[in-house]
Structure formats: structure tokens, C-alpha cells
């Protein structure tokens, strides 16, 4: 189960699935450290240092603009960081799927 | 209208979407420059019990470029927040507000100015600026123009700033304008489309009794002139600055369920823009004009096409059948659009000492010569009328920036560049009849008159 402080968003703009997930989500990689989001599937269900965690209550949205390609922006602060990956959309998408429907396999 | 409601997208954020945009040589104090930027269109004056105000959510920004090449060399920022001060009540104000600090009034607004320049330094003038409240009637306010004067801040390195409502000063008859351009001095010549003939009558103010909301900052003139330093030549390239306003919104917005704002996060990204008074209204196709309030003037070459062949001149030949024959036959670029609203007019042109010059970079900015003097009697028609402290060079608040500009697109300056080219008669009469007699206008920063009363006003 993931932390209880997280809240998923969804809206479905055409093809693309937008995904908003707000501060404190297991999903809110570090940002400006692109080559950890690349392993983020494989260490899902690792904590957060406090190094890493996003500002006080800073918020995070994130964009997914294509899931198929992976392109993900993130929202936080006055930046927006543009990540390029598949794992990470499909796991979004899957999780959507599985709120929708338990019986869809977990991400 | 200037600016008003101009775009699809952005008349439906009326906080963000720029009216009105002005720049001058002060009249009273000619070694400053005031910069005006109004806010929210058609403000209908008895606006209880939530009265009008700036979007806590929008960066507000004036910009100066003097490289001539669309570029910003000075913003100004504005950033503003609310505070409810009485928070039982369902009140604007629960007694007359006799002061900027008076108890019985509720809803306030506070902003912080910010310099940047070029090279990105920051730096905030001031926080903590009181708005003025909106002008509400005799008991609420009963000594508007006191609490007005009050919110004129001063702010390091000689520089004023003024935030709040004020009375429109833009005049326009928009009724006939939008209505198939029957322009109603010259309705008698209007073709109708088959339908009943119109009457030749004045015209109607259309924005008469409203206001705006504006951000009115006075600095040196060094504080925006190439090298800091105010020139002295009008004939020189180097004098004229390009001005323009911008407003921006967070990229993400999440809302809230249980009402409020919610979450707003990411960079900002531009929303509205305004430099000349109208340049996005008439000259871009409605299916552009949302994407051009989001792009930078630098850009502006991309609608130069706009400017080259304005659609409203063609439309003025089909209108009014054989009143402009030789409009019709001109088929050339109109250069002197091109000159008057994307790069200046250069020294020489309209005379040795006038120049609006900014350089070739295409970009649609209110360019404004900083080396000619505030006008003794200023013309509404500025250049037009002989008055080179007036639009096209900057713009005053009383110009009549919609006769300046239609009288340009029915032919008149096309002489200034192609002197083979003879103005058709009905051009004199070329005009949506409305003078701005009436307005009450200050003769001391911020210029802009006392806003309506909800009180005095019907909405």
C-alpha cells in the first residue's frame, strides 16, 4: 500500500493521461536527479531520506503527457522538470487501472 | 476596444486581461517617465459585495526594452495578495472607510514591486503596498480621492507607484465598431449589406462610467534608458524605448474540492500581453490572438503579415462602396504600419526631430521617445495633430488612440513612405465619433481620474 498521505488525481485529455499527485507521494521523485527516476519503478517502495524529499509543504503535480513515450512533466516550486519514462507512466496508468478496478494486477 | 476582452481565452480571466497600456514623458515632472498598465475590462461600478480587484494568482509585469530588440531590459513586477481583516462578516466594509488603515474595512489588498533587468538581478523595491479600496459610494468612502492620494507610494531611487481602481479613460464606441464597422459619423456611407440606410450621427462612448484597475509606476527616465542614462537627441535611435505589459499564470493549477484556490505550482507562463492599443484586437485573426498574448514581442514578426495587409482596410472599401477608391488601389505592403507599430517611425519621416525608432527587429512595443518634452497643449491626435509628445509616440491618457489608429488604417500615413499615394477625402471624416470629452483626468501622477462610485453609478 502506498503512503497514506497520497492523493491521485486523474483527467484524460485525448490520448494522453494527465496524472496530478500532491506532495508527500511516493511518486515525487527528488527532482534534478534525473538519473534516479530512471531506477524509481525498481525502488518503489523505498523511503524518502529527508535529503530528498521535497521542500515543507511544497507541492508536486505531475503531467503525464504521453504515456506511451514516457513524457512526464513535473511541477513543483516555479519549475517545471520534463522527464522522459516508460516505467514511471506505465506505472501511473496501471494504477489508475487498478483504482478503477482492484481486480486489475498492482503496478 | 484597446485591449479589452480582445482574445477568446482571455476574456474569460478578466484579472489577467490587459486593458489599456500608457507611456509618457510626465507633464509635471518631465525628467520621469509614467508607465500605466490597466486591469480588468468594463468594471461595472456596484460590484458588492465582492468589488473588483487583482488576482493574487497573476504576476503582473511592465516592460521597458531599449536595445531595440524586443527584449526586456527593465521589468517591473507586481505581485498582490488579499487579507480579509473582519473575518465574521459577509461585508466588503462594515462602516465608512476614512483611511488605508481604517477598521471597518474588511477585504485589502497589499503588493510588492520588483525590478529586473536583463542580466536577471532582482530586486524588490517594496512589499507590504496598500491598495486603495474599490470606490463604493458616500457612506463606504466618502472621501475617495484622500484614500486614493494615500496609496501613492514612493519607492527608492526617486520612483511613485499607484495599484487600484481607477475611472476608464479608454473612449471608443464600441456598439458600432463591432457592428459591422458602421462608424456612426460616417454611417450614411455604410453599404447596410441591403438593409435599411443609416443616419450619420455622433458617437456613443461604450465605455463610459466603468473603470479599470491600474498599475501606475513613475521612475526616472535614466531608470529605463539605454545605459541609464536619459538621452537628449529625439532624432537619435538610441532614445526610444519599446514598452509593454504582460500578465502570467502558474502553469499547474489543481483546485480545490472544498472551494478556494487549491494548488498552483510550476513556472509562470504568459496569459495576456499589450504594447499598441489595439495591435492584437484588429490586426491578429481571431484564431491567433490567444497564442500571440503568449509570446514575447520579439516574436512579433510572425504577425507582421497582419500589418502589411490589415484586413480592416480591405473590409473599409467593401463598407463603404467608392468612399475610399484610392485605399482600394493600393496594393502595396502598408509600410507605414509596419513603421508606425513594429519598429518606429525613423528621424526624417514625419520630421528631423521626431523618431520612434527602435531598430529593424519587428516587435509590436508602445515605443516612446524619451528625449521630446511633454506637450504645453496636447492634441488627442498626437502626431497626428502635429504633437510628437503624443501616440505614436507613447501614449497619454487622453489620446484618441481608436481615430489615430482607424484614420492609419483608411490611409493616411501611408504619405510618410510613399509620397506617390493621396489620402482619400473621406478620411478627415474617418472616425468612431467619440472625442473623450467628459473625462475627468488628474493633472498629477497617476494621471487616471477618480473611479466611479457604485453609489453614482447603476451598474
Known amino acids: ?107 | 476596444m484597446s485591449s479589452h476582452r480582445e482574445a477568446p481565452e482571455i476574456a474569460k480571466d478578466p484579472v489577467a486581461d490587459s486593458t489599456d497600456l500608457y507611456a509618457f514623458v510626465s507633464p509635471d515632472k518631465a525628467d520621469t517617465v509614467t508607465l500605466i498598465a490597466n486591469y480588468i475590462p468594463l468594471e461595472g461600478p456596484a460590484a458588492g459585495p465582492n468589488f473588483y480587484e487583482f488576482g493574487d494568482d497573476v504576476l503582473y509585469e511592465i516592460h521597458a526594452s531599449n536595445k531595440g530588440d524586443g527584449v526586456a531590459d527593465v521589468t517591473y513586477q507586481f505581485r498582490f495578495r488579499s487579507e480579509n481583516k473582519i473575518p465574521t462578516t459577509f461585508l466588503y466594509n462594515d462602516g465608512p472607510i476614512e483611511s488605508l488603515t481604517s477598521a471597518s474595512w474588511n477585504r485589502r489588498q497589499f503588493y510588492s514591486v520588483t525590478r529586473v533587468t536583463r542580466d536577471g538581478k532582482s530586486d524588490e523595491l517594496a512589499s507590504n503596498l496598500a491598495c486603495p479600496p474599490c470606490n463604493i459610494g458616500p457612506l463606504s468612502t466618502p472621501d475617495y480621492p484622500s484614500l486614493a492620494s494615500a496609496a501613492i507610494h514612493s519607492l527608492p531611487g526617486g520612483r511613485r507607484v499607484f495599484a487600484g481602481q481607477r475611472a476608464e479613460a479608454f473612449f471608443v464606441d464600441l456598439g458600432a465598431i463591432f457592428d459591422l464597422g458602421d462608424l456612426r459619423p460616417i454611417a450614411n456611407l455604410h453599404n447596410t449589406f441591403g438593409l435599411p440606410a443609416l443616419k450619420a450621427a455622433p458617437g456613443v462612448n461604450s465605455t463610459a462610467q466603468v473603470n479599470v484597475h491600474s498599475i501606475a509606476i513613475q521612475v526616472p527616465i535614466s531608470d529605463i534608458a539605454l545605459g541609464g542614462v536619459k538621452p537628449s537627441s529625439s532624432s537619435s535611435a538610441k532614445s526610444s524605448v519599446g514598452i509593454w505589459t504582460t500578465a502570467s499564470r502558474r502553469k499547474a493549477r489543481v483546485l480545490n474540492a472544498n472551494g478556494g484556490t487549491g494548488v498552483e505550482t510550476g513556472p509562470y507562463v504568459q496569459v495576456s500581453r499589450l504594447g499598441n492599443p489595439l495591435f492584437n484586437e484588429v490586426l491578429v485573426p481571431l484564431t491567433e490572438k490567444d497564442k500571440w498574448n503568449a509570446q514575447p514581442p520579439s516574436k512579433d514578426k510572425n504577425y507582421a503579415k497582419g500589418v502589411a495587409k490589415p484586413e480592416l482596410a480591405g473590409l473599409l472599401n467593401v463598407l463603404y462602396p467608392g468612399a475610399f477608391p484610392n485605399l482600394a488601389a493600393y496594393t502595396k505592403p502598408r509600410a507605414d504600419l509596419e513603421a508606425i507599430l513594429l519598429t518606429g517611425i525613423p528621424a526624417g519621416v514625419v520630421s528631423k526631430d521626431y523618431s520612434t525608432f527602435t531598430g529593424t527587429t519587428q516587435a509590436d512595443m508602445l515605443r516612446l521617445n524619451l528625449a521630446i518634452a511633454p506637450a504645453a497643449t496636447p492634441n488627442v491626435l498626437g502626431v497626428l495633430g502635429g504633437d510628437f509628445a503624443g501616440f505614436p509616440n507613447g501614449r497619454r491618457v487622453g489620446d484618441d488612440v481608436v481615430t489615430i489608429e482607424l484614420q492609419a488604417v483608411a490611409g493616411v500615413t501611408i504619405p510618410l513612405v510613399d509620397k506617390t499615394f493621396t489620402p482619400d477625402k473621406a478620411i478627415a471624416d474617418v472616425s468612431d465619433g467619440v472625442t473623450g470629452a467628459g473625462l475627468t483626468l488628474l493633472s498629477t501622477f497617476p494621471y487616471l481620474g477618480t473611479p466611479y462610485s457604485g453609489y453614482s453609478v447603476s451598474a
Open chain 1, 1 to 107: 500500500m502506498e503512503p497514506v498521505s497520497r492523493r491521485i488525481f486523474f483527467k484524460h485529455a485525448g490520448a494522453a493521461a494527465a496524472v496530478a499527485a500532491v506532495a508527500g507521494s511516493a511518486l515525487a521523485a527528488p527532482l534534478g536527479l534525473g538519473s534516479a527516476l530512471a531506477g524509481a519503478a525498481s525502488t518503489k517502495d523505498t523511503p524518502l531520506t529527508p535529503n530528498e524529499d521535497l521542500r515543507g509543504n511544497e507541492d508536486l503535480v505531475v503531467h503525464v503527457k504521453n504515456s506511451r513515450t514516457g513524457e512526464i512533466s513535473l511541477f513543483v516550486g516555479h519549475r517545471e522538470v520534463i522527464i522522459h519514462d516508460r516505467k514511471i507512466a506505465a506505472r501511473l496508468v496501471r494504477a489508475i487501472r487498478q483504482k478503477e478496478n482492484p481486480n486489475v494486477i498492482a503496478p
